[in-house]
């Protein structure tokens, strides 16, 4: 998981490997194992990855589909109300709280308003 997910945020960027690898300063052949999953990066490196492409941890290992939940809760939310208790949730809360908004706005129930404004 963590290999496609590499690959496809250095090719969102536009990034060659050898580009990604003199910013990270590792070598282009480390990067390219890394992406085909015959290497695995150490923690540091993992760090490193998730800071420079602005995702979190768990989205490159695969645990999360939510590239950076903070980030996503602060465009998603204007409501004080909710960032108020979102506030008060350890970093599991936070996480599960993500998920669980990103499932409802799978259900057509809860997104009509919004597919409303966007044909107006």
Do not use: C, H, W
Not at 17 to 26: G, I, K, P, T
Not at 79 to 101: F, R, T
């Amino acid at each position: 998981m963590l290999g496609n997910r590499l690959k496809s945020l250095r090719e969102e960027l536009n990034l060659k490997q050898e580009e990604l690898a003199n910013r990270l300063s590792v070598s282009a052949s480390a990067i390219g194992m890394y992406e085909r999953g015959s290497r695995e990066p150490n923690n540091e490196l993992t760090l490193r990855f998730a800071n420079f492409f602005e995702v979190s941890t768990d989205y490159l290992l695969g645990k999360s589909n939510i590239r950076n939940a903070e980030k996503e809760l602060q465009k998603a939310s204007n409501n004080s109300e909710i960032l108020s208790y979102y506030n008060q949730l350890n970093n599991l809360g936070k996480e599960k709280a993500i998920n669980n908004v990103e499932d409802l706005t799978k259900i057509p129930e809860y997104t009509q308003k919004r597919d409303k404004s966007q044909n107006a």
